[in-house]
């Protein structure tokens, strides 16, 4: 099954729908079945709606952080040295501050349990 079209309340084709959910609509989609030879229409409704404080960040920008890179990987290695990373033999891990690896690849390989 494939997504083709998803459309947000108002937009042509939401109009009837946006009538009738109101506020709770956030989207439309068509989906077509290839198989069955269908198109279904789908929509998105919100069902509750309350209060929440999003948790604190588990690193800050100056944390340094350890990163298990396997050593054949040599192109997370160059990454991790491009990063301003240094090699520690002795953890045999990659020591980084987070805010140089935050959203990037490297992020991946942060290993909790070094510190």
């Excluded at 509750?48 to 990987?73: F, G």
């Excluded at 990037?104 to 290993?111: A, C, Q, R, V």
Aim: charged share 30%.
């Amino acid at each position: 099954m494939k997504t083709r079209l998803i459309l947000k309340p108002g937009q042509r084709g939401t109009k009837s729908l946006a009538k009738e959910y109101g506020d709770a609509l956030l989207c439309v989609r068509f989906r077509y079945d290839a198989e069955l030879r269908q198109r279904l229409k789908t929509v998105e409704l919100v069902i509750e709606r309350k209060e929440w404080t999003p948790p604190l960040p588990r690193y800050t920008a100056d944390t340094l952080v350890s990163l298990c890179i396997k050593a054949a990987d040599m192109q997370m290695r160059a990454q991790a040295k491009a990063a301003g990373g240094r090699w520690n033999p002795e953890k045999r891990l990659w020591f980084v501050k987070y805010g140089k690896i935050a959203g990037t690849s490297l992020e991946k390989h942060i290993y909790v349990d070094a510190q």
